[in-house]
């Protein structure tokens, strides 16, 4: 099992930046790839980022590409996701979630982070 924590939404103007963080503990050695969906009200859960492990192979969404970034340190089996230049669309509940390296979809999820953008 894993267990993961996210921490670091809240609510920022436009324009600025956030820093979200994902703390992970137990089996991760079983992990292939983790990142961040997003769930905004009335839509669909959607992919906004993951990285591999190891290796570190990253995968952005479109409407992400050159405003956030994900990061993983190993040491810490913590995840983060830096977004920079909010927009009111990327506000959402940000979710961590891993995948472990046999396993064809997300398979361990945390409880989730508000990330609200005001205009």
């Known amino acids: 099992q894993v267990q993961l924590v996210e921490s670091g939404g809240g609510l920022v103007q436009a324009g600025g930046s956030l820093r979200l963080s994902c703390a992970a ?26 990285i591999s492990r190891p290796g570190g192979s990253t995968y952005y969404t479109d409407s992400v590409k050159g405003r956030f970034t994900i990061a993983d ?4 089996n913590t995840l983060y996701l830096e977004m920079n230049s909010l927009k009111p669309e990327d506000t959402a509940v940000y979710y961590c979630s891993a995948r472990r390296r046999q396993a064809a979809s997300y398979d361990y999820w945390g409880q989730g982070t508000q990330v609200t953008v005001s205009s």
């Open 73 to 76: 340190d190993n040491g810490k």
């Open 25 to 50: 503990s137990g089996m991760m050695f079983s992990i292939g790839r983790w990142g961040w969906y997003r769930q905004a009200p009335g839509k669909q859960r959607e992919l906004v980022a993951s």
